[in-house]
């Protein structure tokens, strides 16, 4: 079974750009959540979708959002970039929303360079 | 607020030795925690999940131990390996999916 693929691996934008990253959860995995991880604030959550349905959001401001295709697909959009910006974002998938035995499983991420 | 503290942030032990590395958690109110691995540049795999009302969980050398009312929860590792070398992360997850991840200990194992 394949695992969770995130496109693109990396990615160099300037100030003001906007960005989309893509997830692909494994198959069957239908809860999709994205991080972002910086050597200053380590890993954060951003949000987590399910059904389409947004189920979760942290503490992230309004330029930073989702979605979730019926597929489960899931793509994050970053608008007007900022330099602090710059991070790994990893997309995780599990089997149905996130409970108690519900194991994440995370992709590669996509390394987001903002100059 | 949850806050997900690790120590110590970095440990280089010799092959062979047995190592413990710590999590504490300030809101005892959670549904599980879980410990990953994340090796350099990459994703991270899941290592164990704890359910809230377990104490501990095996998987082949690793075992990890939880104690809610302190908020505690440790990995060990027997005879480690060079190719254990990587940031082990511990993440508590509490209601409605949401989680918080500590800032990891970064071990090395050296041959």
């Known amino acids: 079974k394949a695992g969770v693929t995130q496109t693109p691996r990396y990615l160099i934008k300037t100030r003001g750009q906007q960005v989309t990253l893509s997830c692909s959860p494994i198959?069957?995995?239908?809860?999709v959540s994205w991080y972002q991880q910086t050597p200053g604030q380590g890993l954060q959550f951003l949000f987590e979708y399910f059904s389409e349905t947004q189920r979760n959001k942290g503490n992230f401001p309004g330029r930073f959002s989702g979605r979730q295709f019926s597929n489960s697909r899931s793509e994050m959009n970053v608008s007007t970039l900022e330099l602090g910006d710059s991070a790994l974002y990893l997309c995780a998938s599990s089997l149905i929303p996130t409970g108690p035995t519900d194991t994440q499983y995370f992709g590669p991420g996509t390394r987001l360079t903002v100059l | 607020k949850q806050e997900v503290t690790q120590i110590p942030a970095a440990l280089s032990v010799p092959e062979g030795e047995n190592l413990v590395l710590n999590c504490s958690f300030t809101?005892?109110?959670?549904?599980?925690l879980q410990w990953f691995r994340q090796d350099p540049g990459k994703g991270l795999t899941s290592l164990l999940l704890?359910?809230?009302?377990?104490r501990e969980q095996t998987s082949g050398r690793l075992n990890a131990s939880l104690d809610k009312s302190s908020g505690r929860s440790t990995l060990y590792i027997a005879a480690s390996q060079p190719g254990d070398s990587a940031t082990y992360l511990c993440?508590?997850?509490?209601?409605?999916?949401?989680?918080?991840f500590g800032d990891g200990t970064t071990l090395t194992v050296k041959p």
């Open positions: 704890i359910q809230s009302s377990q």
């Open positions: 198959s069957g995995h239908r809860s």
């Open positions: 809101d005892s109110a959670i549904y599980n």
């Open positions: 993440a508590a997850y509490t209601n409605a999916g949401k989680s918080t």
